[in-house]
Every structure is written in C-alpha cells, then in structure tokens.
C-alpha cells in the first residue's frame, strides 16, 4: 500500500453526504474527554466507537448519547480493528497520575487508511499512541507511516480563557483549603482530596508516581503534616 507522505488528509467530510458514508471517528477512553469527543463527532454525523474498560461507565454513556455511537469493552483484537478502519482515531485515555497505555502500536499505523488522522490528547501523559511525540501550538502535526498527528501539549490552552475558567471552578475549593489549612486540611477533606496528593516532605504518596520513577509509596495514613 502506497503511504501518504504530506500533510493532506483524507478530503473526507465527517458527516457524509447523502449516498457516501460519514467519516468513521475511534475513540479511546470514554472519560470526559472521550464522552465530549464522541458527542461533538456524532452530532456532525459521524459514525463513532469509543472503547472503555468500565461496564458501568459504558452503561452510562449508553444513556447519555445518541445511537450512532457504537460502544464497545477494551481489548487488544477490537482496537487493533477499529483502529485500522478508522480516518480519526481519538486517543483520550487517562491513568491518574501514571504514563498511559500504548493502545495503537506503528504496526497499526501501517495498516490505515492514507492520509487518516489521530489526535492524542494522553500526549501530557506520554501518549497512548506508540508514535506520539509532544508538538506545540505553532507546529502542532506530523506524518507518522502516512497518518497524520495531533499532538499538543497542553491542548486546552488553545483556548486559554475558557479552560482556566473551567479549571479554576472545579480547584479553587481545595486550593482555598490547602492555603489555610495545609496539607492536613487538604487530606481531612476526605480520600476524594487525599488521592491528590503526590508528593509531600520528600515521600511518595500516589501509586502511579511510585511506580513510574521505581521508587517505595508511603500510606497517607503515615503522612507526617
């Protein structure tokens, strides 16, 4: 198979036209950055799939969006699958405080379409595509086996009002507790506020961060505040 060696795309509208199909978009995760992904991409008309590893969250997601979203339980055969049908495939899977899984190896990547697109939005987290690599604003794509990547870091900040706005309304309750309580306040809050911490005093609290740098995790329980 010839591949794609510029930056052009595919030249497919996602939502088709009447008697040519609408664009097939995969979504990995269907967290809140997979539930929006596939909501934006159906409601222009796109054919979506988006994968999880949660029934209950499948179940919810079920619920909430509209039937031409086909939603389907994790495993190695079905992505390889979809992936390789796909002209977007949406990376958007998250490991609280650990690098993401790698879900779409270079070997997938040659077996898609020409000129067909991922946006991997686990890029802060090291990706869940094998050849993600960070770009920024200014240079934000690259042509990996003649598919084209998004990579950017940081992508909210492309809309930088907005995203500081979003995320301030969801933090500043515990940032107002933390400056005048500390890290004690912090964990008094209950195990939702504790699991935020990472590192306090020179020890290691969050799992994923001592697994990712091979050092011992210390319980919260023997948190000296």
């Keep these: ?19 040519v199909e609408p664009a097939k978009v995969v ?15 159906a409601g222009v008309g796109a054919q979506v799939t ?12 079920y619920d909430v969006l509209p039937p031409n979203v086909t939603l389907l339980y994790s495993n190695p055969f079905m992505i390889r699958k979809k992936v ?20 779409v190896t270079r070997e997938d990547l040659q077996h ?9 939005v686990a890029v802060d987290q090291g990706g869940c595509t094998e050849m993600c690599r960070p770009t920024t604003h200014s ?19 492309s809309v930088a009002r907005t995203s500081t706005f979003a995320l301030t309304n969801v933090t500043l309750d515990y940032l107002s507790v933390l400056a005048e309580a500390g890290v ?13 911490v990472n590192i306090h005093k020179g020890r ?18 023997e948190m000296v505040v």
């Design 139 to 157: 240079d934000p794509t690259f042509v990996e086996e003649g598919v084209l990547h998004y990579c950017v870091a940081n992508m909210p900040g």
């Design 184 to 196: 004690a306040g912090l964990v008094g809050l209950g195990d939702e506020a504790a699991q935020g």
């Design 204 to 221: 290691i609290y969050h799992s994923g961060v001592a697994s990712a740098f091979g050092m011992p995790r210390a319980a919260l329980s």
């Design 112 to 120: 898609m379409k020409d000129g067909s697109v991922i946006v991997d």
């Design 27 to 41: 979504v990995l995760g269907g967290g809140v950055v997979g539930l929006n992904a596939g909501r934006i991409a």
């Design 84 to 103: 390789r049908q796909a002209d977007v495939v949406i990376g958007a899977t998250l490991v609280a405080g650990a690098k993401a899984p790698v879900l």
């Design 50 to 61: 988006i994968f999880d590893i949660n029934a209950r969250r499948l179940r919810y997601l």
């Design 1 to 19: 198979m010839p591949r794609a060696g510029g930056r052009g795309a595919r030249g497919v509208l996602i939502s088709g036209v009447p008697g």
